[in-house]
T-cell receptor, first 108, second 113 residues
Framework: KNEVEQSPQNLTAQEGEFITINCSYS?????LHWLQQHPGGGIVSLFM???GKKKHGRLIATINIQEKHSSLHITASHPRDSAVYIC??????????FGAGTILRVKS | GAGVSQSPSNKVTEKGKDVELRCDPI?????LYWYRQRLGQGLEFLIY????????KSGLPSDRFSAERTGESVSTLTIQRTQQEDSAVYLC???????????FGDGTRLSIL
């Protein structure tokens, strides 16, 4: 079993829909990251969180440390949100352990 | 530039050759990371630098892989005697300090023929 599990693996949504991507992890962590990888390969860090909730524009990330679970929400989704969303956790210092990613496609 | 810069962006080489990949982090960022992403797979951690020291080399897949960082700036990842399974996108990231968000470069796409 991977240390970081994401679901779903693939997600197709209609423009405007509310989207949730989930991440569960099995180890103790110091922080959890949500990353976005566009089709061209570039990776952007969306959030880094260790507790509670963070919001940036239409994106919201939450984490429940006790349940070892995080969610990334996208409100009012748009085709430009189409990308791979990757959950990663910090353990043993600065080493990041990555989930397999969720491929999101938003159709207009 | 303002971001993490990697070169070359693409590298095609024959099996058995040595390759060097370069990463220029954001100025002032003390932490630097190397990752690998093989086709259709997730990201893998390779090595992490704090300053010029590498406290964690646990991700280097074999002794053919090495990395160094000088001047608390540029880092090079060297792969000796390349094998076909080394084909991947090699990504570099930097952060201001340990535990801070990481900024990624666009990667070097390495293809071993």
């Amino acid at each position: 079993k991977n240390e970081v599990e994401q679901s779903p693996q693939n997600l197709t949504a209609q423009e405007g829909e509310f989207i949730t991507i989930n991440c569960s992890y099995s180890v103790g962590i110091s922080a959890l990251h949500w990353l976005q990888q566009h089709p061209g390969g570039g990776i952007v860090s969306l959030f880094m969180l260790s507790s509670g909730k963070k919001k940036h524009g239409r994106l919201i990330a939450t984490i429940n440390i006790q349940e070892k679970h995080s969610s990334l929400h996208i409100t009012a989704s748009h085709p430009r949100d189409s990308a791979v969303y990757i959950c990663a956790v910090n353990r043993n210092g600065n080493k990041l352990v990555f989930g397999a990613g969720t491929i999101l496609r938003v159709k207009s | 530039g303002a971001g993490v810069s990697q070169s070359p962006s693409n590298k095609v080489t024959e099996k058995g050759k040595d390759v060097e990949l370069r990463c220029d982090p954001i100025s002032g960022h003390t932490a630097l990371y190397w990752y690998r992403q093989r086709l259709g797979q997730g990201l893998e951690f390779l090595i992490y630098f704090q300053g010029n020291s590498a406290p964690d080399k646990s991700g280097l897949p074999s002794d053919r892989f090495s990395a160094e960082r000088t001047g608390e700036s540029v880092s090079t990842l060297t792969i000796q005697r390349t094998q076909q399974e080394d084909s991947a996108v090699y990504l570099c990231a930097s952060s201001l300090q340990e535990g801070q968000p990481q900024h990624f470069g666009d990667g070097t796409r390495l293809s071993i023929l």
